[in-house]
């Protein structure tokens, strides 16, 4: 890094460099750095063209901005002529320092996919059933899957080699295309999962190397995915929740050096036959017959000539992102063998066979944990989670399924044996850039880390699931809202939010009601407190994290219309009517938090958020409207809940941190609050109680009111309930329920017993924002004001996180030696932070390059490398 102010991570509608942008006037972001201190954006010039040297020629611009007096690096909109539709355009920024002086560059592109309905030419075509001969029908042990995968083929000439060529595919099912036999990217179980009868997205492919001239060959192979298998825990399975049979649609446009266009498009000259895939499905598994003997190709129907509401991908898609290798095989009886990765994954297994004849058969069985050393699959209820392959009789062969998921770190394999080289695992979720990382002194926080992270991975495909194993993997918002804080913490989620928050309100009634999940499948009733509630929250945290006004705007409507349901079927502000299933405190250990206590604290908390949007928004009488609403519902809180001792009606520990976390409680009696709070946890012997919702607030909200001590000492508990018990006994990602499994019960109940759920790990925003100590002040909008507050506690001697965040990159951290603490710190410039040292002696501070001004022990430092020390002592203030 150089003391020159340079932008870099250039990002078009928070994507590097999208290829398909359907958004008609995008966003352009840039983060920013340098070693100066103070360093600043003091303005900015955006320029745009269709090729890259036409940025250095000013008459063929196709935009420029002019210099902007402005320090603005986070989603400047595109205030450019008209996008076309299929066409790249390339962007410079061009960034004046504080001083005045021109500064740094960077450039990027993005291009546009089809962007009108007349754009599409080609129409849905799928199996036809009435195709001579007839297909056969599915044998006995795959006809529970229903038919087979659709294998289709189009056969093409070009007179000349291309100059460029796109291909443009979606799905009703989950697809993969190859031209010339070759796969076309990289994207996995595409086009993924939204509301189909509202958006179905698309996806766009540079395909220019994979033509040639004169004969080509076009193909998809379509499995039934989410459009027609088994999802959700739904009796009708095949559920076929939104179609009976899959379906494919794409246009393949190729040009051509003299600007003549070819175009071939799913039309009536396709055709299909049988292929070696002879059953796929998301939850069951997928077999493939590699000795299979090609049929002749038959036409194949045309379903429909309109496209239906197809959009484009607008955030990254599910791709293969890391292996993991074996690292032990253990033999069984009857010539089975265990395969063990060593770690809790979401993906496949990609398996090499030497040798083995042809019509051999191997079976792939998948499993999170073992039960006396076989594979422990009652969990999974109805997902078959199996795997097979049947030889073709190659000298090598390579068996790795294409249209199934499965939740495993234990593999059985039977057919033949084997070793680790032999097979590696494969590591599938929407690529999301990683963004964040947190570490310390302690290993056992290191590895719960580390379970958050791998628990983020596996459940964010396609939708945030609640598990990725079982034969549900909804998209929970209950479990989202509670968990989003921590997941833009470790990557950059806020593409994968926007999108998926489209789904939440596309399942809104005309009530105004939420469902619990979205895509809203299997469970159709109203949501639930604090799962509905999701709809207000989350679109909230992207404007705080990202500063995406755009989510904002466009959910705005439906969180004004879910605070005015409750409101609505709950006049006297006690929100005990209309509540779904209310889950409460979902997997709260040994107690039962009052399920009014907990709706009606987020009954207020939505109240409160929607003021605060609609401020941001510029609608000041709603604003209002929604803060005299949010003070009502406070006081009948206090009214019904809290009494003049300070407890907090249930007195479990959720009931307090709800409580004080959502400000429910008289100034006057906020300390007997956390009192009440901290002896129910020192009862217990510093253990927790809460569930899905409190255990997001428990390490934070006493931390916040003086109890640090206690904060740690639950982080760093061993003993049952902890995240430290479940680390203790083998885990690597974090579990659904605190007894998933205990030295005195054995396995939970197999109803619902995930060994890979997000939910619990919410505490991991509490690691980076007052262990590491990164956050924002209360009115910052995407870390444009840092609050770096690191807390020393428990036996920890040091830690450090840093996150890119939409501005920059930032970095917080600290080490104890003796009674001397160091803090460092790096501010990305045009940001600014209030650090708080963690000393008792604020004399005692020293060393505070770039610091602007200290209060006490708070020093308001600019941006740059900022290095710290002062005299530390556990009793901080």
């Not at 084997?418 to 695992?425: E, L």
């Not at 994968?496 to 489209?502: C, K, Q």
């Not at 904002?552 to 409507?557: I, M, N, P, T």
């Not at 009931?655 to 002896?679: E, K, N, R, S, T």
Request: charged letters at 25%.
């Amino acid at each position: 890094m150089t003391d020159t102010l340079r932008p870099y991570g250039l990002r078009t509608e928070q994507r590097h460099e999208p290829l398909g942008l359907g958004e008609p006037r995008p966003r352009l972001s840039w983060r920013l750095e340098s070693a100066r201190h103070g360093a600043a954006q003091s303005a900015y010039r955006i320029t745009a063209a269709d090729r890259p040297a036409d940025l250095d020629d000013p008459a063929r611009l196709l935009w420029d901005s002019g210099r902007r007096d402005s320090g603005d690096t986070v989603l400047v909109p595109w205030d450019g002529p008209v996008l076309r539709s299929a066409t790249r355009y390339h962007w410079r920024v061009e960034v004046w320092d504080e001083t005045g002086a021109a500064a740094g560059t960077g450039e990027s592109w993005f291009e546009t996919g089809l962007l009108h309905r007349d754009d599409w030419v080609a129409a849905w075509i799928g199996r036809d059933p009435h195709a001579q001969p007839p297909f056969d029908p599915p044998t006995e042990e795959y006809e529970p899957l229903g038919e087979p995968p659709l294998n289709l083929r189009r056969e093409f000439g070009l007179a000349r080699e291309p100059v460029r060529a796109r291909l443009y595919a979606t799905a009703h099912g989950v697809y993969e295309a190859s031209l010339n036999g070759v796969r076309v990217g990289d994207v996995e179980l595409a086009p993924g999962w939204t509301e189909y009868h509202h958006r179905l997205q698309y996806q766009t492919y540079d395909v220019t190397a994979l033509l040639r001239e004169g004969a080509n060959a076009l193909g998809a192979v379509i499995a039934d995915g989410w459009w027609s298998g088994f999802a959700g825990f739904d009796e009708r399975q095949p559920a076929r929740h939104y179609g009976d049979h899959p379906g494919f649609l794409a246009q393949l446009v190729v040009d051509f050096a003299d600007g003549s266009r070819q175009v071939v498009a799913t039309d009536a000259a396709w055709t299909e036959r049988p292929g070696a895939v002879r059953a796929a499905d998301l939850l069951m598994g997928e077999h493939v017959d590699a000795s299979l003997v090609e049929g002749p190709w038959r036409p194949v129907a045309v379903l429909d000539d309109d496209p239906g509401p197809v959009v484009a991908e607008p955030d990254p898609p599910i791709r293969v992102t890391r292996e993991v290798p074996a690292i032990s095989v253990t033999e069984r009886e009857s010539g089975r063998f265990v395969v063990d990765f060593g770690q809790n994954l979401v993906g496949r297994v990609r398996l090499t066979l030497r040798g083995v004849p042809a019509g051999h058969r191997i079976v792939l069985r998948h499993a999170e944990t073992l039960d006396d050393g076989e594979l422990y699959v009652a969990n999974l209820r109805r997902a078959a989670a199996t795997d097979s392959y049947v030889t073709g009789g190659e000298a090598v062969e390579v068996f790795e399924p294409r249209f199934t998921v499965h939740g495993f770190r234990y593999l059985e394999v039977s057919g033949c044996a084997v070793s680790p080289d032999d097979m590696v695992a494969r590591v599938l979720h929407n690529d999301t850039p990683w963004t964040g990382q947190f570490e310390c002194s302690d290993p056992l926080v290191n590895q719960l880390q580390a379970n958050i992270s791998w628990g983020q991975r596996g459940n964010f495909v396609a939708v945030p699931t609640d598990c990725p194993q079982r034969d549900e993997r909804l998209g929970w918002l209950g479990d989202a809202q509670i968990f989003a804080p921590t997941a833009s913490r470790n990557a950059d989620v806020g593409a994968f939010f926007a999108r998926w928050l489209a789904d939440v309100v596309d399942g809104q009634d005309a009530d105004g009601a939420f469902g619990d999940v979205a895509p809203r499948i299997a469970m159709l009733r109203e949501a639930a407190p604090a799962w509905g509630d999701a709809g207000v929250i989350i679109p909230w945290h992207l404007w705080r994290t990202y500063g995406d006004r755009r989510v904002l705007e466009r959910c705005f409507d439906a969180m004004v219309a879910w605070v005015a349901h409750i409101h609505r079927h709950n006049p006297d502000l006690r929100w005990r009517h209309r509540t779904g299933n209310s889950y409460g405190d979902w997997l709260q250990i040994d107690v039962t938090t009052p399920r009014d206590v907990l709706s009606t604290a987020y009954f207020a908390r939505s109240a409160q958020i929607v003021a605060e949007a609609a401020e941001v928004l510029g609608q000041p009488d709603v604003a209002a409207g929604h803060r005299a609403l949010h003070q009502a519902i406070r006081y009948a809180f206090i009214e019904s809940y809290v009494d003049d001792d300070g407890s907090v009606y249930g007195g479990t520990q959720t009931a307090y941190l709800l409580a004080l976390a959502f400000g429910l409680v008289p100034d006057d009696l906020v300390p007997a609050a956390a009192d009440h709070l901290a002896a129910d946890v020192e009862k217990r012997g510093n253990r927790l109680t809460t569930g899905f919702l409190g255990v997001a607030l428990l390490c934070p909200v006493l931390a916040e009111h003086g109890r640090a001590d206690l904060a740690y000492a639950l982080l760093q508990q061993e003993e049952f309930p902890s995240w430290g018990y479940s680390i203790r006994h083998g885990a690597t990602t974090i579990w659904e329920r605190w007894d998933g499994w205990t030295e005195h019960g054995g396995f939970q109940a197999a109803a619902m017993n995930s060994f890979n759920h997000y939910s619990l790990g919410s505490v991991g925003d509490w690691l980076f924002g007052r262990v590491a100590g990164i956050d924002q002040t209360p009115g910052s909008v995407a870390y444009s004001e840092l609050l770096l507050r690191p807390l020393p506690g428990g036996t920890l001697t040091w830690a450090r996180a840093e996150q890119e965040t939409a501005r920059g990159r930032v970095a917080c951290g600290w080490s104890l030696d003796g009674d001397r603490i160091t803090v460092t710190a790096l501010v990305p410039p045009g940001t600014t932070a209030v650090l708080e040292v963690p000393t008792t002696d604020p004399a005692s501070i020293t060393g505070r390059p770039g610091a602007l001004d200290r209060t006490g022990r708070t020093l308001r430092l600019s941006s740059g490398h900022h290095v710290v020390t002062a005299t530390f002592s556990k009793e901080l203030p």
